[in-house]
């Protein structure tokens, strides 16, 4: 029953034995024991559960095991390089957009993908890629905030 | 301002952030142990019913199943916060749709859901009641629990919940007496009377309810669990398993938002559960769906408001009743009847006030706690009351309001004397940054636009107990113990700010250790917005206790008489000397101990007190710690044809005291604006003959980032009234920064296209068939097309 996926998770290659029915979510967390991926809803409507494919925002809630086969995955605990937060890490840390932070992974993580295509978003364009991702402590404001701020930065994704 | 001081004051980092923005911050659900076993809930498809039978036969069968409980298996000891009257699985009889019926343990998630499928129950249905006001009759129809009378309660005095024998489902009955109601009546000039409700609010903390369990080889409990309670719950566990205190510990990791919610029976029912197993962990996961039926949700209040006034705009006479849907199970309800009330007494002064509020059981969901603890319904109708006279006087509501408000010194409808003040000033500074004495500027086209204003105030709870340790270690940093919460509102942060700033350290030499009984001492609970408060100021306490150690030890050391010596930034001055006398860390022998009890270890406890107050009259001393107050103003827009509503512009100003960490009080007034626009707007869980019908973010919308005014338009202000039992000063906020903005937004859908909503969420359908009712009730007049 489990098969055998390939797959590259934070720049290094994995291979994980799994049911195909299982989520990415699942394996994420209780495969590759990355627990920085939050489990909100398991239903594709918190977006607590975003991570990156291919440098696309996904919730990994809805993705399919076999769907990530030959995929790159970025979660929250790849963005630290060299010892060094990410620029959108420190970001959030400074503008204090960090409340209780069980929705914060899922954030840093869209606000990559948006930045990432688009380094110079207007606040408007900013809101529109975190629609999917719901935050109840903090109003958003702080968020949107960071965000801004890193964007004005030169951003190097 | 605060240059006075070096951490207090000062928008410190959060010493939790870098844990979160890593992701390596630890919650519940994160916590693997070995050989856990996964817990599912069979829930009661009914109402109301009898149970005749339970079949857990084929359930028993299933593979690596290791455990089927049903009511039976449960001890006889119910669990509830102020009225023990929930079976931690239904005993003979369910009394909500979702009721926990049986339990089951299994090696995995799948077998467990596949075992909960085979058990099969007989039920027999009986008749069940949805509305509160017919449930509290003194003849109701159908009695949720007539063993009421009953159930036990550890509490006493004023806290007991008083019953009414003749209305058999009532839990609690609350009175304020103040003046003479009748002759208040006789002498008003204008008498507006009205009803207001409130909506089934979730919580929608982003972390699902997470519990787990261990009941080891020992015989020791271990539970894990998101809670804001977790003394209390500790409590509860020791008393229904008749369990030794020294064998039951209780861990909080980080909670993904608390809100109030956490005021349930999982922890409970996990260690039922764990207790079949010993040394197999078992952890119990809600899913969305189950956290919106049974993890409390905000009590939906009725409130009637009578109220009198003279032309010249003083209130002589207000009179309220507020009935409060527990549904099946009271939880916290019986202390929201009570509490909600200080809601209608903290801002105003009122000379002939009577208030008469009721907790009700129905066979609806329960519902409970949730930020503001019933003031944000009640103030909902007082402030919307407030509105709707101002008009009606053809008064500025702004003006009204400060005719009518208690200023320091006053004495409030409950006879307590009014201390830290701010209402004042928060009401000012928000009119000044909506720029109240300007109209909105009208566009042509179908958006109508308004502008709104409330004030609000919460109280905190007093004759309640939080303790706090601060232990030295040998190069003179501290470690600071204590049991709140990090929910997220960044209660580390402020006891970090707070030590460092008593032991003159920098923050890096303050370390918080948090959340496990077996090491942290008691707190009474993360709620009520009392941490800053309390925790706040035993920790201040336990920091002089360690430095009045470290000055005795440096006596023995230095021949010197303690009172002589002064400990600051880990040095050691003595009265008269420039210099130091001795550094913190030469008390200490190698390997990190001292010579004399081993450690240094500040000890604390502080407690507020209380008087009891009249249960008649309501009228005492010192009800509540203090009171927070605050304002929110709003521009928005409404669309006369679609009914949609636009919040262009949110701004506030609160008064938290003296505020530790300016920033994280903006987090909390910008969050609880959020919430403020999702429950006033839209957000209401439907509940029909006891089914919730939109258990899920789809259907049941909270603001997405996309919903609230753009950044330009949202501005927060501070408007401290220091409090003088305060930890310098500070007072607690992270309730208070909901409560006006609902009859703010209210305020402003009316001022925008004149229709006023009474029953919460004013949706986009109330908007556009009030405003149809409107057009009609012209046309009846005469008047024409609007």
């Known amino acids: ?157 | 301002m605060m240059s006075e001081f070096s951490y207090v004051g000062a928008n410190i980092t959060r010493v939790d952030v870098l844990e979160k923005v890593t992701g390596q911050a630890v919650y519940t659900g994160d916590i693997e142990l070995a050989g856990m076993l996964h817990v599912k809930l069979l829930r009661s498809p009914y109402p109301h019913a009898k149970i005749h039978r339970i079949d857990s036969s084929k359930a028993l069968k299933v593979p690596g199943v290791k455990a089927v409980l049903t009511g039976q298996d449960a001890p006889s000891r119910r669990w509830g916060t102020f009225l023990a009257d929930r079976p931690l699985l239904a005993q003979e009889v369910v009394r909500f749709i979702g009721e926990p019926v049986a339990a089951v343990s299994a090696t995995t998630i799948e077998a467990a859901e596949e075992a909960v499928d085979a058990i099969n129950v007989e039920y027999e249905e009986l008749p069940a009641i949805f509305d509160p006001e017919l449930a509290m009759s003194k003849e109701p129809p159908v009695i949720v629990h007539p063993d009421l009378p009953k159930y036990h309660t550890k509490l006493t005095g004023f806290l007991r919940p008083r019953l009414e024998p003749d209305m058999p489902n009532v839990i609690n009955h609350y009175k304020i007496r103040c003046g003479d109601i009748d002759q208040g009546f006789k002498e008003a000039e204008l008498v507006v009377e009205n009803r207001y409700t409130t909506s089934r609010i979730q919580h929608c903390y982003i972390e699902p309810p997470t519990v787990i369990a261990l009941f080891d080889v020992n015989g020791t409990l271990t539970i894990w669990s998101k809670s804001q309670t977790a003394w209390r719950q500790r409590a509860a566990i020791i008393d229904i398993f008749g369990l030794s205190p020294s064998k039951v510990r209780f861990i909080t990791p980080y909670v993904g938002g608390g809100f109030g919610g956490l005021t349930w029976v999982y922890e409970a029912l996990t260690s039922l559960v764990a207790m079949q197993t010993p040394g197999r962990p078992v952890k119990l996961v809600l899913s969305r769906e189950e956290a919106f039926i049974d993890a409390p949700a905000r009590i939906p209040f009725v409130v009637y408001v009578r109220d009198g006034v003279k032309r010249d705009g003083t209130i002589v006479a207000r009179e309220i009743k507020m009935i409060l849907d527990a549904g099946a199970y009271s939880a916290y309800t019986g202390l929201i009847v009570k509490n909600a009330s200080f809601g209608t007494v903290g801002t105003y002064r009122i000379p002939n006030f009577k208030l008469d509020s009721y907790g009700v059981y129905t066979n609806n969901p329960p519902n409970s706690s949730f930020r503001g603890l019933g003031s944000c319904q009640a103030e909902w109708a007082i402030e919307s009351q407030m509105d709707e006279i101002a008009e009606r006087l053809g008064m500025d509501p702004v003006e009204f309001r400060k005719k009518n408000m208690l200023h320091e010194g006053d004495r409030n409808v409950q006879g307590e004397i009014a201390h830290s003040v701010g209402a004042e000033e928060c009401l000012d500074k928000a009119a000044s940054l909506i720029r109240w004495d300007e109209k909105p500027e009208q566009e042509p086209g179908p958006w109508k636009k308004g502008k709104g204003i409330a004030v609000g105030n919460k109280y905190t709870i007093a004759g309640t107990d939080s303790c706090a340790l601060v232990k030295v270690r040998e190069d003179g940093a501290v470690n600071v113990f204590h049991t709140g919460s990090e929910i997220g509102q960044g209660c580390d942060t402020v006891f970090a700010q707070i030590a460092a700033e008593e032991m003159g350290l920098p923050m890096d030499m303050v370390k918080i250790t948090r959340g496990d009984t077996d090491i942290t001492p008691y707190d009474w609970g993360t709620a009520s917005s009392r941490l800053t408060f309390y925790i706040g100021n035993a920790v201040r306490m336990a920091c002089q206790d360690a430095k009045r150690q470290i000055a005795e030890l440096a006596s023995e050391k230095l021949g010197v008489p303690a009172d002589e010596l002064r400990v600051h930034a880990n040095k050691i001055y003595q009265r008269g000397k420039p210099d130091a006398v001795l550094n913190v860390p030469e008390l200490f022998r190698s390997g990190g101990y001292v010579g004399k009890g081993a450690e240094i270890v500040g000890r604390a406890t502080f407690s507020c007190p209380v008087t009891p107050e009249d249960i008649e009259t309501g009228q005492g001393e010192r009800l509540v710690a203090y009171f927070s107050y605050g304002a929110h103003a709003v521009e928005l827009a409404v669309n006369v044809e679609t009914g949609e509503v636009k919040v262009l512009k949110f701004v506030g100003a609160f008064d938290m005291g003296r505020p530790i960490n300016p920033k994280m009080c903006e987090q909390q007034m910008e969050g609880g604006m959020s919430m403020g626009i999702g429950s006033t707007l839209y957000e209401e869980t439907v509940v029909e003959n006891g089914i919730v019908i939109n258990p899920n973010f789809v259907s049941y919308k909270i603001p997405t980032i996309t919903e609230h005014p753009l950044i330009e338009n949202v501005k927060f202000d501070s408007a401290p009234a220091p409090h003088r039992e305060g930890p310098f000063g500070a007072k607690g906020l992270g309730e208070g920064v909901l409560i006006p903005s609902a009859p703010a937004i209210a305020s402003a859908i009316y001022n925008a296209v004149g229709i006023r909503i009474r029953d919460l969420p004013i949706t986009r359908e109330k908007i556009i068939k009030a405003l149809e009712e409107a057009i009609k009730s012209v046309d009846l007049l005469g008047g024409g097309s609007v």
């Open chain 1, 1 to 157: 029953m489990k098969q055998r996926l390939d797959f590259v998770v934070n720049g290094e290659r994995v291979a994980v034995y799994v049911e195909p029915w299982r989520t990415l979510l699942e394996i994420l967390r209780d495969e590759l024991k990355l627990k920085g991926v939050k489990e909100g809803c398991s239903s594709g409507m918190c977006g607590a559960c975003t991570v990156l494919i291919d440098g696309k925002p996904v919730k990994s809630c809805l993705v399919l095991a076999p769907q990530v086969e030959g995929k790159s995955i970025l979660t929250i605990e790849g963005l630290i390089r060299d010892g060094q937060l990410h620029p959108l890490q420190q970001a959030f840390i400074e503008h204090f957009a960090v409340q209780c932070g069980y929705c914060t992974p899922g954030m840093i993580l869209s606000a990559k993908a948006l930045l990432d295509e688009n380094p110079r978003p207007t606040e408007e364009e900013v809101r529109e890629a975190l629609r999917g991702n719901l935050c109840r402590c903090t109003g958003y404001v702080k968020i949107v905030e960071a965000i801004l701020a890193c964007s004005k930065k030169d951003w190097e994704g």
